[in-house]
């Protein structure tokens, strides 16, 4: 048999010492996926019949997609020379990293935070620090601006915080900013930004004007359903966004993706965009208040998922994530651990939510019994 794990050719080290991107797991028996801060609902009125509608397969899409950028700038009030389309936001963090990220150089990030971000890097050689959250599991800017050195191309800002939930506050941000070198890219990963309540979150739309270095990720693939079309946004200078394109795959959006984009944005898609934010920010709530009532102590949940934090003895946590976690699995209910840190759970089907607290409930009363 031969041995698949060991390449047949000389591959670079440090590309084989990064595990590659995992993506959350899929249910082998029914149960719900939690995994991934997928969207439980189908795609947006009129995104079907547009997916149908383009049937030119044969041809590459037109590059450019001008009156998509057009839409997407027009909710930064900027014009489509400042937006920059990718094959999903990771594409784009992907390009960023590679645009202003030298081998020997580095991007600053927090942690844990999107499991993407540490190996963004890898393929150019830049190094990717990663700078601990604080106890409520928020970014902690003071550490960050003081992790900025000489060799520093990039700062990414998770807002808010994957898998942790808690949103970056515009006072904070604004005094982190202030201590970034002009020179050096921030981007803001909104990758999440409709289901932020807080009013006092930083909202990209308002602050990037004030900062040329900034650049604000967006993506169709959470609250308009679109992960499996893979489409992601950016917005900022033109001259980094162009950088950014010269690093990328070219043709990699394709136009089944930029139509659905497109019916997404249509009215009568938005105000069912608006109810369905509602309705899962409703779940969120309703599932971080049934497992705080448990005692887990759930940090600020602004996405469309929560964080159940690991702490070994300490009260207001779990002992296991892997435990849990395979407790989830054997219902067919999957959901995401982060070994030694903590449990990550998606808002999904309204019925899952009962589900989700009872098999916690159950843990956290054997992990009681075992003590
Ligand atoms: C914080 C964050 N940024 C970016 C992405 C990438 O999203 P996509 O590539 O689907 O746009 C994700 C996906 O989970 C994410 O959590």
């Given at each position: ?10 591959l ?5 010492a990064?595990?590659a ?31 149908a ?26 014009g ?6 990718a ?15 030298a081998?020997?150089?580095s ?8 499991e993407?971000?540490?190996?963004l ?5 830049a190094?990717g ?10 970014h902690?800017?003071e550490?960050?601006?003081?992790a ?18 808690p ?11 202030a201590?970034?070198p ?12 409709e289901?932020?309540?807080d ?23 959470k ?29 990699s ?9 497109r ?10 965009l608006?109810?369905?934010i ?9 599932l ?9 102590d ?7 998922f ?11 946590g779990i ?22 840190s ?29 003590k």
């Amino acid at each position: 048999m031969s041995d698949t794990a060991t390449p047949p050719v000389r591959l670079r080290a440090d590309v084989l010492a990064v595990p590659a991107y995992r993506q959350g797991a899929t249910p082998s028996k029914p149960g719900y996926k939690l995994s991934s801060n997928e969207n439980p609902f189908d795609p947006l009125p009129g995104v079907a019949a547009a997916v149908a509608a383009r049937v030119d397969h044969n041809r590459y899409a037109a590059a450019g997609m001008p009156d998509l950028r057009t839409a997407i700038g027009a909710e930064f009030g900027v014009g489509p020379e400042r937006v920059h389309l990718a094959a999903g936001s990771v594409a784009i963090l992907f390009q960023l990293v590679h645009a202003a990220a030298a081998a020997g150089e580095s991007y600053v990030f927090a942690w844990p935070s999107f499991e993407a971000y540490p190996s963004l890097g890898l393929a150019n050689g830049a190094r990717g620090v990663g700078v601990p959250l604080t106890a409520a599991a928020e970014h902690d800017l003071e550490a960050m601006a003081a992790a900025i050195d000489e060799s520093t191309r990039v700062v990414l800002l998770c807002t808010p915080n994957n898998p942790t939930g808690p949103a970056i506050r515009r006072d904070a941000f604004d005094a982190f900013m202030a201590r970034v070198p002009a020179d050096t890219l921030v981007v803001l990963d909104e990758a999440y930004r409709e289901f932020v309540t807080d009013p006092d979150a930083v909202r990209g739309e308002d602050v990037l004007a004030a900062h040329p270095n900034l650049v604000v990720l967006r993506t169709f693939s959470k609250a308009y359903g679109l992960a499996g079309l893979r489409i992601g946004t950016a917005v900022g200078h033109p001259a980094i966004l162009a950088a950014a394109a010269s690093v990328g795959i070219p043709l990699s959006v394709t136009g089944v993706a930029e139509v659905a984009a497109r019916a997404s944005l249509a009215p009568e898609a938005r105000a069912e965009l608006a109810d369905r934010i509602g309705e899962i920010v409703s779940r969120r709530e309703e599932l971080a208040a049934g497992l705080r009532r448990l005692g887990i102590d759930v940090p600020a949940a602004q996405g469309n998922f929560v964080w159940l934090p690991e702490r070994a003895d300490a009260p207001g946590g779990i002992a296991s994530a892997a435990a849990l976690a395979a407790d989830f699995a054997e219902t067919g209910t999957l959901v995401r651990p982060f070994a030694g840190s903590g449990v990550r759970i998606s808002v999904g089907e309204a019925e899952s939510i009962p589900v989700v607290i009872e098999i916690v409930r159950e843990y956290l009363a054997r992990q009681e019994g075992s003590k």
